[in-house]
């Protein structure tokens, strides 16, 4: 029997490794315990096994290479020299670029040939680099979606388009022996349609564009006609029309019902009554008012004027438009930049109506003030069909431009002309206003009298200075009001009419210089001085005191509707009580 039994594997110490150490010719003990011996074991025992182990591995030491390793220790020689000098080489040329330097810093010795170096290497570089740009030409590719004359019907099989465009498109399918013919294809009995009245189109071109027999568009056009000139309806009116059921095959479609909101306080509805379809009778077409209540309490807006008036008016919810025209009444009565505080409070009414079924119109400005410390400092109010805007005075002079001098007609222009007394030809250096003996004369603009009194052949006469090289001669004056140095305000009266000097009768020769030279009157503007009197005085302070009486804000409730304008709910749902269905 043989007690011998494996040898143990020690991991530890030189026999616990497997193969051969790279870079090392001679192999380990552990090596030859587990493969000489283990051929051997069936001969000797263990300790046998392990005394000879060392003796083994020193006569393995002292045996020549093999071939295989002559041929290893060859190949590592030569990769390593290979790797010493590829070193070598990657050292020398990297200290051959070093010496070169042809990335210099260019923000240094600008100007240096080393800077000029550094230059052309970047340029060289940049035009490298846009050699190799890729091209912009887009790329083909293939389609997503085959192409071919059969897909293509099939697409389009699919597709829907409008009728009106003339589509022929969709998948129509083919009648089978199933299919039972029709003889007519029945009409819808009623059409519903909106048309809208456009700019520059009549009446009854827009019934025809919408499909109204001829017939019908004279019997509606004389009901409307009854109840407001066609020619007052506004373009942009949307009408509700339903055509009926036609009478006969090829037919047109009778007019059964048409409404329209004619103006802000009436709708108008024309409805079929009576006839009957089957007999031929089409019935007659009438005509109801429906008058809407409408309130007229104009809108008025206060508030601060703040960092710019516009802005502040906006933002307290005055329309754009109101707005502009508050800015230009004023404009045309003070200086806006100049008399107007941040501080100040900006007062505007306009026109404002609120109908019954909720709509609102806002309208033209009627009042437009300015307000400071809690006191009016400026009150203009609309009057009069011209819609000129008057101060709380009656005064409706603007501020802007030159007043006429005297209320009268011109009777000679400027230009040479024949003198009527001296006979002989000259320039007539300004117009000639005919008045009556004693009329007051104003002085255009603001200005300071530099001369009052006679001036040869202009008899009585008062220049006025106003600034900008601009001034001003009142000639033939019965008698002065001003003197010289005094300051006069547009407007002031400065003498009145006469015939003094060489005149034929009572007029007013005008003249104006600028910077010293005769120019023509009548290349200046002027405005006109409209003064309130009388009764129409008294009712434009009366008309003034009402608007003033508006309280702020109070036009933009709603008004409440009376028992007689609630409208009965037409779905059933709509007849539920809110809150009803819910318990």
Sequence with gaps: MDNTGDI????????????????SDEPRQGSFALTDFDAAKGGMDEETARSFAPVLANS????????????????LARVQGWRERYDEWKLGISDKFESFDLAPDLAENIGSRRWFRGLGTMVLLGAVALAFWPSLTPLEAR???PEGEDIRDEFRSQMIMPLALGADSGRRMGPTAAVTPLESAPERPQITLVTTLAKGDSFATMLRRAGVSSSDIGRVSALIGDAMPLSD??????MDIILGRRPEEGAPRPLDALSFRARFDLELEIERQGGDIETGDLGTLSLARKVIRVDDTPLRV???VGSSLYRSMRAAGVPASAAQDYLRALDDQIELEREVRSSDEFDIIIAYRRAATGERQAGNLLYAGIDRDGEPKTQLMRWGEEGRFYEASGVGEQRRGLVAPVPGPISSRFGMRRHPILGIRRLHAGMDYRARHGTPIVAVTDGQ????GRAG????????????GLDTRYCHMSRMAVRRGQQVRRGQVIGYVGSTGLSTGPHLHYEMYRNGRAIN????????RAVLSGTELIDFRRQLIELRGVEPGVALEDLEQLATEIEEPVREIEKIAPGAASD
């Design 8 to 23: 143990p594997k020690d991991s530890s110490g030189p026999q616990g490794s497997s193969g051969d150490e790279p870079g």
């Design 60 to 75: 393995m030491k002292a045996a020549p290479p093999t071939g295989s390793r002559k041929m290893k220790r060859q190949v």
């Design 143 to 145: 389609a997503a979606i």
């Design 233 to 238: 309806i506004e373009s942009g009116t949307a």
């Design 302 to 304: 206060r508030g601060r």
């Design 449 to 452: 009298v530099t001369s009052a």
């Design 457 to 468: 052949g202009c008899g009585i006469t008062v220049r006025l200075r106003h600034g900008g």
């Design 521 to 528: 009157p009548a290349s200046v503007d002027y405005v006109t």
